[in-house]
């Protein structure tokens, strides 16, 4: 089993659409939780960093963490064209610099 | 540009070549990390330097792979004898010290080996 699952699985939807997505995580010694977002041949760039249980807001993005299930998401409100990428998930444990990576999901939103 | 900056972008080398990476963090960052993604797979982590020193190497970095970071600037990331199975995109990130802070990726160097 691997340390952090994600459904790779390409989602389309269309311009101003919510988009959900999420990954579960096997090791409850992971504290700290980000996502990052890549364009296609590009390196990840940072959207979200949280390390508490809740929702942390930033524009229209919105990460969750849940603890106790092992399962964040992030949600993306009036998705954009723009929005079109490959968004990864990414968790380390305190003290521990090493991020674990999901395999990432592409996201294509539709004008 | 103050961001993570990879040197080069693209290298297409032949097998058996060695090659380097070259990245340079963040000014003030004291931490840098190497990682290596694969066509639709996560980065997987390779090795972590704190200023000059090597802390932490991946079972990932076998004996053909070395990263140095001299005087704690600058990082080289060296793969000697080249295999297909090297071809892949090599990401260096840097952070600033403390307790997990964020880390801030560079373009990356798209290796391909033929």
């Known amino acids: 089993q691997k340390e952090v699952e994600q459904d790779p699985g390409p989602l389309s939807v269309p311009e101003g659409a919510i988009v959900s997505l999420n990954c579960t995580y096997s090791n409850s010694a992971f504290q700290y939780f980000m996502w990052y977002r890549q364009y296609s041949r590009k390196g990840p760039e940072l959207l979200m960093y949280t390390y508490s249980s809740g929702n942390k807001e930033d524009g229209r993005f919105t990460a969750q963490v849940d603890k106790s299930s092992k399962y964040i998401s992030l949600f993306i409100r009036d998705s954009q064209p723009s929005d079109s990428a490959t968004y990864l998930c990414?968790?380390?444990?305190?003290?521990?610099?090493?991020?674990?990576f999901g395999k990432g999901n592409q996201v294509v939103v539709i004008p | 540009d103050t961001g993570v900056s990879q040197d080069p972008r693209h290298k297409i080398t032949k097998r058996g070549q060695n090659v380097t990476f070259r990245c340079d963090p963040i000014s003030e960052h004291n931490r840098l990390y190497w990682y290596r993604q694969t066509l639709g797979q996560g980065p997987e982590f390779l090795t972590y330097f704190q200023n000059e020193a090597q802390l932490e190497k991946s079972r990932l970095l076998s004996d053909r792979f070395s990263a140095e970071r001299p005087k704690g600037s600058f990082s080289t990331l060296e793969i000697q004898r080249t295999e297909q199975g090297d071809s892949a995109m090599y990401l260096c990130?840097?952070?600033?010290?403390?307790?997990?802070?964020?880390?801030?990726f560079g373009q990356g160097t798209r290796l391909t080996v033929v």
């Open positions: 990414a968790m380390s444990f305190y003290g521990n610099n090493r991020l674990a």
């Open positions: 990130a840097s952070s600033v010290g403390g307790t997990n802070t964020e880390a801030f």
